[in-house]
């Protein structure tokens, strides 16, 4: 059943309840007004001459045609007709042979003390009212009374007007639902595009609960839409990082395997090997661990708006830690890995992991770029307020023209393409991404005498990314 059906068939069934009740309350009312009405009149008639009739001739009372006793013809004289009065004396006793016994229920009533009795014949055509006289002698004591009673509660002239109210109730509902409903039905369709790839907002006109519902609903829709398009990019990174790791990995794994399987040959041949012979394999799974790190950093980065954590960052304890974690390859490769750092400790707020993987590029590519002999410096300078943060090798460098494209994804310059062939690009890349989310500024600088310095730098006007 429609909305609206139903709100008018729920308002005409009340209306006719509360009409039916009404109509009993007001046939109650009116009953008890007309007894005591009649009852008054009754007394009125007995002192205005009407005492002196009836004693005077208790046997035949009343006989005149105004006063039509039980036993007197009714106008037009067809049909018999109850009579309307009778006198009874103090016992409720009748002088008068037509007079019919009385009643049980009144008497009882006014054996109770009640100057006034009154009950309804049991279909409620007939009411009997017994009225005790001011005097409390003598054969017109009490007079008794029969009227027409009242209608019936679920009579003609009782239904009827109720009925036709709920009627007018039922139309005027109908009419006046139909603004209510039609934007019910607005608010609904709004709601099924929800599944769809509709973007549609949700919005209802107007001011009331409806449209605190659709603005609801719209709020609901905008978090769902949120927390999905989160999830997507969620997923997406999920499937680059696996997608990134299934093939990247694959390569400098090979170059391992092919080492240390070159290596089992020499040593199954009788070959002595010194330490220098499982350099080449310790630099491959280095680096094989450096670029998990750097897919999972990726994977990270592109997941994420801004930065997840603004937890302050010790700068001199995370150099101190990067380098000393590249200083065993460094020795190995007969790298001097120096560092310098302030007496005062440099802090900055920051995601404490990002940074260190930065850092830690750079430090990798530094010490994996350069020959025996080489050197590679971390130099820290300045204070919380204002520092750089410079990474020094005297390598090969990098060429100008590829500088404005090396901090792009799986871009690579020629000296790390010639050197290192199956290079991934994944490092300075993320260094650029991440100083950017720290607002920190990224340089490629010469170095003096032959290099390259990689420069952070935070002058205070910076700030980090949302």
Known sequence: MKLRTRLALTLGAATVVLLVVMGWAQSRWHSR????????????????????????????????????GFGAPPPGGHRFRPPRFAAYDQNLRSRNPDSP????????????????????????????????????????????MRTKGPPHLFSGPVLMPALLVALVVILVALFSAGPIVRRVRQLTESVRKLGGDSEEPIHVDGNDEIAELGAAFEQTRQTIAAQLASLRDREAALRNYIANSTHDVMLPLSVLQGHLVSLQQRIEGGEQLDAKAIVPSLEESQYLGSLLHNLNAAARL?????????????????????????????????????????????????????????????????????????????????????????????????????????????????????????????????????????????????????????????????????
């Not at 009125?44 to 009343?62: I, K, L, V, Y």
Request: hydrophobic share 35%; with cysteine; charged share 30%.
């Open 101 to 144: 016994p009385f009643p049980a229920e009144l008497a009882r009533q006014l054996e109770a003390g009640d100057e006034v009795a009154a009950s309804r014949s049991t279909d409620s055509r007939r009411a009997e009212i017994a009225v005790r006289m001011p005097w409390n002698e003598g054969p017109c004591a009490v007079v008794l």
């Open 33 to 68: 007004v007309r007894v005591e009405a009649l009852a008054e009149a009754a007394i009125h008639r007995m002192d205005s001459g009407g005492r002196e009739r009836c004693e005077a001739n208790p046997e035949q009372w009343p006989g005149r045609r105004g006063e039509r």
């Open 302 to 466: 592109e997941a994420m708006q801004g930065l997840e954590h603004h937890d302050p960052v010790d700068l001199n304890r995370l150099v101190e830690r990067v380098a000393d974690r590249h200083r065993p390859i460094a020795n190995r490769k007969r790298i001097a890995l120096e560092v310098g750092l302030p007496e005062q400790m440099v802090e900055v707020r920051g995601d404490l992991t990002l940074l260190e993987q930065a850092l830690g590029n750079l430090v990798q590519n530094a010490v994996r770029y350069r020959d025996a002999g080489g050197h590679v410096a971390v130099v820290l300078q300045g204070t919380s307020s204002s520092w750089t943060l410079d990474v020094i090798d005297d390598g090969p460098g990098i060429d100008e023209a590829d500088r404005s494209r090396v901090l792009e994804r799986a871009f690579r310059g020629s000296e790390a393409r010639t050197r290192h062939p199956h290079g991934m690009g994944l490092g300075l890349h993320i260094v650029s991404d991440v100083a950017k989310r720290h607002g920190l500024g990224l340089e490629l600088l010469d170095t003096e005498g032959g290099g390259l310095t990689v420069r952070l730098r935070h002058a205070g006007q910076h700030t980090v990314g949302p």
